[in-house]
């Protein structure tokens, strides 16, 4: 009598519990496993669409923000006795600084928070936040050129605050390209490569850091042409009142659409991560055959 064949493809393989070929466990339904996957992968649209939705709302308050600044700053608040209405450049300059100021912060942040935990979300948040703090400070530079040349008859003035802004820039500039000749696509992330830029950055951009203090206080460390902090002063803010809700104003809409533009960066480098269920698209295992009872395998001698 010969002894039962096992029937092709449902060879059990060693020590896992699977059957070979398959990638199913014993005890398996093949369809709960596909109607898990696809549960997965609905409750992960929903939550897509639920942020999508906050983005949006969050979109429509920088809008709103925006044009209340813009209103104050340009019709309600005065001009300055002594710039004139070349001073309404405030309301953009100094918002636009404070918000590279809280990009850099949350650099540093983040970067401690992928070393502590070496979870790759933190360096997407850190990369994205860089990304938002060199537009804006590159931005502050240039409203400052504007600013100066009318005030002050000039583009450039070799000024510590001038000068430490811009060697600001230039770190966190050499911090990006640095990531990016370290890692230069999405296509490896997730492996050791991301891992390996990660660490770097991370020291890269703590490191950074220690120049935002120094261009802040380089207006009271050094002469300066700048004036000094005027919101922030020791005594009564020696600013008028209208001014003080104009600047208000445009710091809130900073900040709301500083938010809104790093919450989308970041849904846009999400998918350069590996994700730890499948596609909803993938190719479902192929399901168990049906048992075979012994009488049809064995035959007599």
């Given at each position: 009598?010969?002894?039962p064949?096992p029937v092709p493809?449902?060879a ?7 059957v ?25 649209a929903?939550g897509?669409r639920?942020?999508a939705?906050?983005r949006?709302?969050?979109g429509?308050?920088?809008a709103g923000?925006?044009?209340a600044?813009a209103?104050?700053?340009l ?7 002594l ?6 450049l ?9 918000t590279?100021?809280?990009a850099?912060?949350a650099?540093?942040a983040a970067?401690?928070g992928?070393l ?9 948040c850190?990369r ?14 240039a ?5 100066g040349?009318?005030?002050?008859g000039t583009?450039w003035?070799w000024d510590p605050?001038l000068?430490s802004t811009?060697l600001l820039?230039i ?9 990016q ?5 999405p ?15 991370a020291?890269i951009g703590?490191?950074?850091f220690?120049?935002?203090p120094?261009?802040?206080?380089s ?10 902090a005027?919101?922030?002063?020791p ?6 009142p209208?001014m003080?809700?104009a600047?208000?104003?445009?710091l ?15 849904a846009?480098?999400?998918p350069?991560?590996p994700?730890r269920?499948?596609p ?6 192929p399901?168990?055959p ?9 035959r007599a001698g």
């Amino acid at each position: 009598m010969d002894l039962p064949r096992p029937v092709p493809g449902t060879a059990r393989t060693a020590g896992t519990g699977r059957v070979a070929g398959t990638g199913q466990r014993r005890g398996t339904s093949p369809t709960s496993t596909v109607s898990d996957r696809r549960a997965a992968g609905d409750r992960r649209a929903a939550g897509d669409r639920r942020a999508a939705g906050g983005r949006r709302s969050l979109g429509w308050l920088a809008a709103g923000l925006t044009g209340a600044a813009a209103a104050a700053g340009l019709l309600i608040a005065p001009p300055d006795a002594l710039q004139g209405d070349a001073q309404r450049l405030m309301y953009l300059h100094v918002p636009a600084a404070w918000t590279a100021y809280l990009a850099f912060a949350a650099v540093l942040a983040a970067s401690l928070g992928y070393l502590a935990t070496h979870d790759l979300r933190w360096d997407r948040c850190a990369r994205a936040a860089a990304e938002l703090g060199v537009g804006l400070t590159a931005l502050t530079i240039a409203l400052g050129a504007v600013w100066g040349r009318a005030v002050w008859g000039t583009w450039w003035a070799w000024d510590p605050r001038l000068v430490s802004t811009a060697l600001l820039l230039i770190v966190y500039l050499g911090y990006l390209a640095a990531r990016q000749s370290l890692h230069p696509g999405p296509a490896r992330a997730g492996g050791p490569g991301a891992h390996r830029s990660a660490r770097i950055a991370a020291v890269i951009g703590m490191a950074g850091f220690a120049l935002v203090p120094l261009v802040h206080f380089s207006v009271v460390w050094w002469r300066s042409l700048h004036q000094p902090a005027t919101i922030l002063a020791p005594e009564r803010p020696p600013i008028d009142p209208l001014m003080a809700a104009a600047l208000g104003l445009s710091l809130a809409a900073f900040t709301v659409a500083a938010i809104w533009i790093f919450l989308r960066r970041l849904a846009t480098l999400e998918p350069a991560l590996p994700r730890r269920t499948p596609p909803s698209g993938s190719t479902p295992p192929p399901p168990l055959p049906a048992p075979t009872s012994a009488s049809s395998v064995v035959r007599a001698g």
